[in-house]
């Protein structure tokens, strides 16, 4: 519901804040006081075109901001759409704040619940919460493609269209899987050669985790083997073989060591406090004879061998090749080669897969026929008693002799459509094998044509209005905002659609701009739009009236200030109530039922 509207520096409104009732609002006022300058902001606050022409005269901005409730279906359809943005406030779940900034000089900006966001989401979420019959996009009955959905809520068989609607979604994957398949068979050859010489590569080579390192190591070892020697052995000479250098006899450490030993031993037994100190000294010698051996060891295996150089560089030559073509390491090299051969399994058994779901397709294709056949009967017998429902509307609004109807029908594809039992195979989509569109014939004699194509007017207001109050039920859209809907019908009927705008408030909140006072006096809530000139400006209001002020305003209306004039106001209004009272203790005393 549009609880509240707040309105600043839009064409004539310099400021206007308007709080909406549930029930019947209507707006009344002398022509170009601004009316539907009102409606106008809405449908710009739902995502309508915006034109830097609606900013006031002198101003830079122009703001239009929608408070809405959320409540019962509509909670349950905007908050997913607001929790894939990230827009979901739980502090205040049932009020959903639009606004819409029109700037002169840079682009509009739209927000909900006070961030930034695209216009399209404003569209996606204004199209859910507000009806504009009028110069409007967001008229859910002039959607051909929302005819279906209407027909289905008014049909009351959601359960089977949503078993329906899973098959679908089956089909879907099968047939995505499929042409995958299809689409990897046409070059299935080509691309199983290259699998398979990339894992005879990677599995010739016989890889190991860490083996390059290790590779690295010993080629390291291996070019530098005539250094690695003279190395280890002035380690030998300088610890344990003692062998002369430049001419002279030189003492290995070990001996130096076991002479100092044998001095602390002597001065030990003499002063027991060096025993420490000749004990240190023994380790030292144990530990310099323990790495001398490893040493001797490490030059015992080092070997001068070219032949095993030019393995070990051809190895890490290879290893270097298999990285630049499958990976960065060889996990990556060896994770490469069981893909490559679980893809080549699949190709090498693509065929069976594809006949199994070519099979599978068929099922689905036979199942899809057997349930939007059953769907379909449904719909036309729905499509019928819709039909019965709208003409005793419309005879009600002095159309008689006006047609309406439900066009329920199969469109052929041979090559991709639903099997049905007639043997024909059809289109079909998510919501049934059905093109449904609502078709009427306004005059005698005319010939049944698309809705859609109904030139707007009076005419086309009450085809709207009939269709409102059959589909009431099935219509969730919660604001129905119909301008100017008493456009070429006379007083006379002007009552009766406004007993039907008010009947629409079991299940709606309903706005109207009308200047007839038949219709006006079955508002639940009355505002009157009024302009007035300060200076050089001209500026548009809007008031709420009460009782006696809403009798003055009928009266004004009828063109009668007069006391006769009132006086007739005032037999509308006690008809009105009358009507509204009878009603209500009616449905009280029976079951609750939409108006």
Known sequence: MLSEITI????????????????????????????????????????????????????????????????????????????????????HEKILVISRELRSS??????????????????????????????????????????????????????????????????????????????????????????????????????????????????????????????????????????????????????????AVRALDKLAAIDPNLEAQRDHVQGLVEQLSDSARTVQDYRNSIEYNPQHLDEVEERLELIRNLKRKYGDTLEEVIA?????????????????????LRLREDELLHEIGRQGTAMSVVRTTAGEQLAIGVEAELSDLRMDGARFAVDVRWRADEAQGAYTSEGCRVAFDSSGIDRVEFLVAPNPGEGLKPLVKIASGGETARLMLAMKGVLARADRTPALIFDEIDQGIGGRVGAVVGRKLWGLTGSHQVLCITHLPQLAGYGDVHFKVVKSVDGDRTRTNVVQLEHDERIAELAQMLGAESETGLQSAGEIMDSVNKEKHAFNVVTYDTVPTNR
């Open 106 to 259: 840079e682009r509009n900006v739209c927000r909900i619940n006070g961030r930034i966001v695209s216009l399209a989401l404003v569209r996606e979420i204004g199209a859910a919460l507000v009806d504009i019959h009028g110069q409007s996009e967001h008229l859910s009955l002039l959607r051909t493609r929302e005819h279906v959905n209407l027909l289905d809520r008014y049909a009351g068989h959601s359960e089977q269209r949503e078993q329906y609607a899973s098959v679908v979604e089956s089909l879907t994957q099968v047939r995505a899987e499929l042409n995958e398949l299809l689409r990897s068979k046409r070059d299935a050859a080509r691309r199983g050669d290259l699998l398979n010489f990339q894992i005879v590569e990677i599995t010739a080579a016989s890889l190991t985790l860490g083996e390059d390192e290790t590779l690295l190591g010993e080629r390291t070892r291996l070019a530098n083997a005539e250094k690695l020697a003279a190395l280890a052995d002035d380690v030998l000479n300088a610890t344990v073989e003692g062998l002369p250098t430049d001419g002279e006899a030189q003492l290995a450490a070990t001996d130096l060591l076991g002479s």
């Open 8 to 91: 600043r520096d839009f064409a004539i409104i310099e400021a206007l804040q308007l709080r909406f009732q549930p029930g019947f609002n209507v707006l009344t006022g002398e022509t170009g006081a601004g009316k539907s300058i009102i409606i106008d902001a809405v449908e710009l606050l739902l995502g309508g075109r915006a034109d830097s022409m609606y900013i006031r005269a002198g101003c830079e901005t122009a703001l239009v901001e929608g408070t809405f409730r959320l409540d019962g279906f509509l909670k349950e359809t905007i908050r997913p759409l607001l929790a894939r943005e990230a827009l979901d406030d739980t502090q």
């Open 336 to 356: 490469f080669g069981e893909q490559a051969r679980n893809h080549l399994d699949q190709i090498t058994h693509a065929e069976e897969r594809i006949e199994t």
